[in-house]
């Protein structure tokens, strides 16, 4: 068979997803924290079963779920999964969830913030946090569901303007993190309600985007790439982000370490059936790897994250392979490379 059409065909099939069968995402070297909004759960009698296929599969260590309106129905399904469990504390207006694998985190406590009156303009969803330890070390992550809507105008003379709900919101946040956890491992995702691109004047992220020494947006090359791959595509929009402190900048830049829009539909034959019977939003990943051992360095493209590199045959590498790869980036870029040694 010609070398040539061989490498394509394999990257073809490698590609290619048939099925949510070959869905996957987490792995047992790194910490994998996965933000879903699963559209007003459950759309139709089909929901659930698709739902508890895609949790089982992308086998992430925690899910922060957003617009779980059947509470009961959720916690059926991640009992027929094993090794997890699942946390509410609000049951009303599409409710925040977590789902975690009981043998990957200890749970140290779970709880809502900014529950009060005086908060409810800003967050018509109180955050939940989740204080776990992963590895022998403490992790708080906040998950949240902003105010929808607006015009993408910031008005901040007008507190009910939707972008300026947001904004509060944000505000809120920093402060906290600033003051409560400023020397911890933070994760804050969730649907957000909002894009990062925004021009300075309009932009209810600026806060944290200009004190880019304590936090980072993840998922800004995401905001700043193709449509195709945003969580939003209705729209479209990139509306659901992944925030991390400081102390997980190192570990973000790993080699094996990657934030992605898991583009479900793609394993569900299309847009519309993903929409029809699951959500309107797409999940955003965050892979931590802390597995220092890296590949050889003439594999890593510093412009994207490689996802796999495979030989000719799809087998995965060494790390003295040498020869013809493949490699598979976070964009959905394919690469061929000779290496020698």
Not at 131 to 145: E, K, M, Q, R, W
Not at 297 to 306: A, Y
Not at 315 to 332: E, H, M
């Amino acid at each position: 068979m010609n070398k040539l059409f061989f490498i394509i065909l394999i990257s073809h099939q490698l590609l290619v997803a048939q099925s949510l069968n070959d869905l996957s995402f987490g792995t047992d070297t790194s910490l994998d924290l996965v933000s879903w909004n699963i559209e007003w759960f459950p759309k139709n009698n089909t929901t659930s079963a698709y739902v508890q296929e895609i949790l089982t599969n992308l086998e992430a260590d925690i899910y922060a779920l957003q617009e779980i309106e059947d509470t009961t129905l959720l916690k059926n399904i991640v009992s027929n999964i094993p090794d997890y469990d699942c946390y509410f504390k609000s049951s009303y207006y599409g409710g925040l969830a977590y789902v975690y694998n009981t043998n990957t985190i200890q749970v140290n406590s779970k709880y809502e913030i900014f529950t009060s009156s005086p908060y409810w303009n800003a967050f018509p969803r109180s955050p939940q946090v989740l204080d776990f330890t992963f590895l022998g070390d403490d992790y708080i992550i906040i998950n949240n569901h902003f105010k929808c809507c607006g015009d993408g105008v910031l008005n901040s003379n007008n507190s009910n303007d939707e972008e300026n709900r947001r904004l509060q919101a944000i505000t809120y946040l920093k402060q906290f993190l600033d003051d409560d956890f400023s020397n911890k491992n933070v994760v804050l995702l969730g649907d957000l309600n909002d894009i990062l691109t925004d021009d300075v004047e309009n932009n209810v992220f600026q806060n944290f985007i200009d004190d880019n020494n304590n936090y980072q947006f993840t998922d800004m090359q995401i905001a700043q790439g193709s449509s195709l791959d945003w969580s939003y595509p209705s729209w479209p929009s990139h509306l659901d982000h992944i925030l991390i402190s400081d102390e997980l900048f190192e570990d973000f830049q790993n080699p094996n370490s990657l934030v992605s829009v898991i583009r479900i539909d793609d394993y569900m034959g299309g847009w519309d059936n993903y929409d029809n019977n699951v959500s309107d939003h797409r999940p955003v990943g965050i892979k931590l790897d802390f597995n220092t051992v890296n590949f050889n360095p003439e594999l890593v493209n510093h412009k994207k994250r490689v996802v796999k590199v495979v030989n000719i045959l799809g087998a995965d590498l060494n790390i003295n392979y040498s020869g013809l790869i493949i490699q598979f980036f976070d964009d959905r870029s394919v690469e061929k490379k000779y290496i020698l040694k």
